[in-house]
């Protein structure tokens, strides 16, 4: 029975009858000897009218409490429910980030690839261009090592031209300048003074020349050129047996009738910038260290420290800072 059906009969009053109740045949009157059909044979799985109607009764009230539930049955359901759409749902959710990562990282991977090419083909530029650059400077490096060889035995031949060119000149220093002055008529005079007289025909050139440093307070210099270094050569000497002869009186302005102060007058060789100022370190250094001697004898600079100690040739300013 239904439990539209059971519902029914419940409201209408009626009494229940089970299936086989209601197939035997009624009749009016006394029907005591009335023959009925014989029921079926019912073996123990067959259950009672009592039995059928106890079971149709529990499941009327099973289908009635599956339409109407408790709240903890409820809680039980959603509680089920929400946990199979928890499980769809991350389900769902792993699988479209599986899905999306394993996109991403294809993608990557191409990026990657492509970034890795390009990477790998500027490397191999760079290489190549590295390669021809180290082979550039060591080409450069052969050249510049043999361009200094080439300046350096030009500066040697320079100063050999130089010292030559200059071999025959003297120097005359601290000479005061006038405006209408006889710069060949002084050198006479000069000459006369260490008692070395010479004449015209044996000066070459005679002339003031500019100075190297143009702040500087002393007069110009007097550059003489002489017919040959023996020339130069014994008038230096000349000079310094007058010095030598006269210790309380050298060669100065007093021998020559200039007014003013007495100032000490200089001849010595005519040298080269570069010389000029390696002298002048010299005779810094000399003063500085206690040394007794400098001098310059054929163009090259020499020192002593005293009359026991032998002369020391200085070729450039590193000897002297090794002198130290």
């Known amino acids: 029975m239904s439990l539209n059906a059971y519902q029914n009969l419940k409201l209408s009053n009626k009494p229940w009858q089970c299936c086989v109740c209601i197939n035997i045949t009624r009749r009016r009157g006394d029907n005591t000897n009335t023959p009925v059909r014989k029921p079926n044979t019912l073996d123990e799985s067959v259950m009672s009218c009592d039995v059928t109607m106890h079971q149709s009764e529990m499941e009327c009230s099973v289908s009635a409490e599956n339409h109407t539930i408790s709240l903890q049955q409820f809680g039980v359901l959603l509680d089920s429910r929400l946990e199979r759409f928890k499980a769809d749902f991350f389900s769902d959710i792993k699988a479209s980030i599986r899905s999306e990562i394993h996109l991403a990282i294809t993608a990557l991977k191409d990026e990657f690839t492509v970034t890795v090419d390009f990477l790998e083909e500027g490397q191999k530029r760079i290489n ?51 405006r209408s002055e006889n710069v060949v008529g002084i050198f006479k005079k000069i000459c006369d003074v260490i008692n070395f007289p010479i004449s015209d025909t044996e000066i070459h050139a005679c002339r003031r020349v500019a ?45 020559f009738g200039y007014s003013g102060e007495t100032k000490k007058m200089y001849i010595v060789e005519h040298l080269s910038p570069e010389c000029k100022e390696l002298h002048s370190l010299a005779r810094r250094f000399v003063k500085d260290k206690a040394y007794k001697f400098v001098w310059v004898k054929y163009g090259q600079i020499y020192i002593r420290k005293d009359e026991q100690s032998s002369a020391v040739l200085v070729k450039n300013a590193e000897m002297l800072k090794r002198l130290l």
């Open 211 to 255: 100075k190297i440093n143009s702040s500087s307070n002393r007069p110009r210099n007097i550059l003489v050129t002489l017919p040959s270094p023996r020339h130069r050569d014994n008038i230096l000497s000349a000079v310094r047996k007058f010095n030598k002869d006269n210790p309380k009186q050298t060669l100065s302005t007093f021998h």
């Open 128 to 178: 190549g261009t590295l390669a021809a650059a180290v082979e550039r400077v060591s080409e450069l490096e052969c050249n510049k090592n043999k361009l200094q060889g080439d300046i350096y035995e030009l500066e040697r031949r320079l100063k050999i031209s130089e010292k030559t060119s200059r071999s025959m000149n003297i120097e005359i220093q601290a000479v005061p300048e006038k």
